[in-house]
């Protein structure tokens, strides 16, 4: 088990690096929220990794402990949440930001798997959480949920300023595409 919390810590870390290091080629943020962007996300980072490394201190001593299977699943899923996060920012390009910041002179993007929701990177996440908690301890679900909470909040948010900036081409597709969970919410 505990070459499972390795392999998801290793993964994790190789992720934010890529991620942070991409954030270079992003546009410049505007508005009052764009410099407590990093704030934000420096949060939610250290949240994954105290979860992450609680639990590989845990490993074996809770009962909450996944076993073989679900630990398998729970990679699958993890694996499956960050190709779905990466394709995602690979197709928004420069236009990625922290959450709930805005871009000078943004562009909407609607291809690749923003034809089916609107925030994939966020889908993706979330969806890699929930493999990382099948993963190592069911109960890390408890704290996904909390996050979960967050990106949909930083979701409905950042659709506001969306709705403002593309008046015109917005409103029609956010009515034919889902918010995080693709056909359904």
Known sequence: MRAVVIVLSIGWVIFWIGWLVAAVTAKTSRGPLARFAALRIGVMVLLIFFFLFRLNRDVGEHPGV????LAGIGLGVWVAGL????????YIGRN???????????ELVTTGPYRLIRHPIYTGIILALVGTALAISPLGLI?????AGFFTFSATREERFLTEEFPAA????KARTKMLIPFVF
């Open 83 to 90: 190709a779905i996060a990466v394709w995602a920012r690979l």
């Open 96 to 106: 990625w930001g922290m959450p709930m910041t805005r871009r000078a002179e943004p």
């Open 143 to 147: 704290a996904v949920a909390v996050l």
């Open 66 to 69: 996944s076993g073989p299977v």
């Open 170 to 173: 917005y409103p029609p597709y």
